[in-house]
Structure formats: structure tokens, C-alpha cells
């Protein structure tokens, strides 16, 4: 008799699942027999993707293209996927992107671009999708933040302020839904091999070469799965980020920032 899998019958969003650890945390779900729906904006990217683990793991997988940097693009999305009949259990919000530089002469549409994606569209999707997970007594919530949300960021202020946000966020929530049997972790990567830098402009930075060897995706993405299945508050990737993570508290802060803007600083 084939073997009943955590997830039959239930179905996981994942945002930012086009590439990098979104299709990765996709699969984590997918082997565990979640059905898929992947959001993203690149529409042949998530078809292949979709196409691919639902053959490989025998699931559902519906491919969404949609802006969620864009001003209600949370409820854009909520929008396809009641109108495909699809009901969501489990919210991974991933989707994110960083960008590398001082505050000052920077573009505004970028730096509250980051706020839109990593944080407004984040709030909107758990917003929508978190009154049925309570009523329903399952499912939760799975956040990607960063190790950036441990500290203040000079020199890409507003990403590690977006991601401080997230991290705040999931472990209140994780609270309020304590004895619900709804679940919430809060992934915190280091750097992880993804389009993440290119995109961020971080490989200029000193950190990408101080930072360590990083993590493939698929390494984070697991550790991400088994700490949410687990209902852990924070999981951070890697023995090395954990170490400096837990370490910041005990710092003064002014040593922190200038530990930072070093890292931050051009090769
Ligand atoms: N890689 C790292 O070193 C690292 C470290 C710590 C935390 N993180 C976090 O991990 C998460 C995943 O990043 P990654 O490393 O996998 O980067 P990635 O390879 O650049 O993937 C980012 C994903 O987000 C999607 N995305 C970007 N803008 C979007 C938008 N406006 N609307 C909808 N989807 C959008 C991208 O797809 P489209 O371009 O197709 O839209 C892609 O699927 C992010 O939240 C990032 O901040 C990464």
C-alpha cells in the first residue's frame, strides 16, 4: 500500500519560486506531497519548475506569474488563485531581493521597492491566508528573511531593515499562534549560492569574500522545511551564521555597525 505523505491534500504558496531557494523550499514541500502553487514573475521559468515537480513528485503544481513588488500584488495573486478554485495551507513567503550601496543617492523606487517586496507583499499574503490556517487548526506560515535581520545594515540599510522586519514579525506571530497547531518559522540564511547577489550587487562587496563558502539553496531550503514541519522559531543556516547571529546581542551596538559598513564596504 503506497505510503500517505505528510502533505496529501494540502496545497503550499510559495512566492520567489522561479529560482534560488524558492524552488528549492517548492520541492522540500512537494517530496512530502503538498501541492504547489509557485508565484514569481518570470511565467516560463515557474512553468518549468511546476512542470517539473509535479512529475517528479506526483503533486499538483500551478504556475502564477505575478509582480509582488507591485501595490497589491499580494491580493492580485489571492485573486488567481480563488478564481482557479485553489485553496492555500501552507504560506512561503520567499520572495525577496536585496540592494547593495549607501542610503544616500541611492534610487527611491529601489530602496521602496525592497520595503514592497520583502515586507508589504509578505504582510498582505499572511493577512489573507492566516484566518483560515487558524480555523483550520493546520498549515502556517514559512518566512525568508536573513541573516541581515539580526543587525543593522550600513551601506544596504533598507534590506537589512526589510529583513529585521520579517524576523520581528514571524516570531510575534509564532507566538499568537502558539497551541494552534498552525506552525511559523522564520528562515534566516547567510549567503546562499542564488541569483540573490547579481540582482543585489553584493559580489563588490567585502562580505563576499569574508562571508564564507555559501550554502547551496537546496541545503537552505531543507533546513527551512524541517525547522517549519517543526514548528521552530528561527532557523538559521550554517554553524558559522549561527555563531555570529547569536553573538550580536552581547556586542556594542557601535562596534556592530562599524563591523558592518566594513563587510558592506567595495572590494
Ligand atoms: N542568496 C542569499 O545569499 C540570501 C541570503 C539571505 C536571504 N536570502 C533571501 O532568500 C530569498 C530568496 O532569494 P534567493 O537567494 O533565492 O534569490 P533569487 O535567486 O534572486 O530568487 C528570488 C526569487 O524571488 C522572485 N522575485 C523577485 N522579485 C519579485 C517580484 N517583484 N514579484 C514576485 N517574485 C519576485 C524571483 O523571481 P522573478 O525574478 O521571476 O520574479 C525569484 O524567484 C529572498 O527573500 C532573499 O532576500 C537570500
Not at 543585489?200 to 562580505?207: F, P, Q
Request: net charge positive; charged share 20%; aromatic share 6%.
Amino acid at each position: 500500500m503506497a505510503r500517505i505523505r505528510k502533505g496529501e491534500g494540502q496545497t503550499a504558496l510559495v512566492t520567489g519560486a522561479s529560482a534560488g531557494i524558492g524552488v528549492d523550499l517548492a520541492e522540500c514541500f512537494a517530496k512530502d506531497g503538498y501541492n504547489l502553487i509557485l508565484a514569481a514573475r518570470t511565467e516560463n521559468a515557474l512553468r518549468e519548475v511546476a512542470e517539473r515537480l509535479a512529475k517528479t513528485h506526483k503533486v499538483t503544481a500551478t504556475p502564477i506569474a505575478v509582480d509582488l513588488g507591485a501595490i497589491g500584488g499580494g491580493a492580485n495573486l489571492a485573486e488567481a488563485i480563488k478564481a482557479k478554485g485553489l485553496t492555500v495551507d501552507v504560506l512561503v513567503n520567499n520572495a525577496g531581493f536585496g540592494h547593495a550601496g549607501a542610503f544616500n543617492g541611492s534610487d527611491l523606487a529601489t530602496q521602496l521597492g525592497m520595503i514592497d517586496l520583502n515586507d508589504r507583499a509578505l504582510v498582505e499574503l499572511t493577512h489573507i491566508y492566516w484566518p483560515g490556517m487558524l480555523a483550520n487548526k493546520r498549515g502556517g506560515v514559512l518566512n525568508v528573511a536573513s541573516t541581515a535581520a539580526f543587525q543593522p545594515g550600513p551601506l544596504m540599510a533598507i534590506y537589512y531593515a526589510s529583513k529585521a522586519f520579517v524576523l520581528s514579525f514571524s516570531e510575534a506571530l509564532w507566538e499568537e499562534a502558539r497551541g494552534t497547531g498552525v506552525h511559523v518559522s522564520c528562515l534566516c540564511p547567510g549567503p546562499t549560492v542564488s541569483k540573490f547577489r547579481e540582482r543585489a550587487g553584493t559580489g563588490k562587496v567585502r562580505l563576499s569574500q569574508a562571508g564564507g563558502t555559501p550554502m547551496s539553496s537546496a541545503s537552505v531550503a531543507v533546513l527551512g522545511y524541517r525547522a517549519w514541519k517543526r514548528n521552530k522559531r528561527v532557523e538559521i543556516t550554517g554553524l558559522r551564521n549561527r555563531v555570529l547571529a547569536r553573538l550580536v546581542p552581547f556586542l556594542p551596538r557601535t562596534t556592530i555597525l562599524g563591523i558592518v559598513r566594513n563587510l558592506q564596504s567595495p572590494i
